[in-house]
């Protein structure tokens, strides 16, 4: 039987990961940049940081360049960071 997490086991607060993904998703994007990584027009990596639980979060955004038809690809994974 799977044990439910405690609140040691989890990352963040409700606040910047809730633990519907959905909601998580779009509370994370929305909490402050705090450093860039790497800031070029295809490729952006960042830490964003909760105000609210200190959690930082690294972010990352690709973009594939379609040259032919314009339709640019986006991808953006957000994770966690373990301090």
């Not at 044990?3 to 963040?12: M, P, Q, V």
């Not at 105000?51 to 986006?74: I, R």
């Amino acid at each position: 039987m799977p044990s439910e997490n405690s609140d040691a086991d989890r990352f963040g607060c409700e606040q910047c990961w809730p633990a519907e993904a959905p909601a998580a998703w779009a509370r994370v994007q929305s909490t402050a940049i705090e450093t860039y990584l790497i800031d070029e027009s295809h490729y952006i990596v960042s830490v964003r940081r909760c105000p609210a639980c200190s959690q930082a979060f690294l972010a990352v955004m690709t973009e594939q360049v379609d040259w032919q038809d314009g339709e640019d690809s986006s991808y953006r994974t957000i994770v966690p960071i373990c301090e």
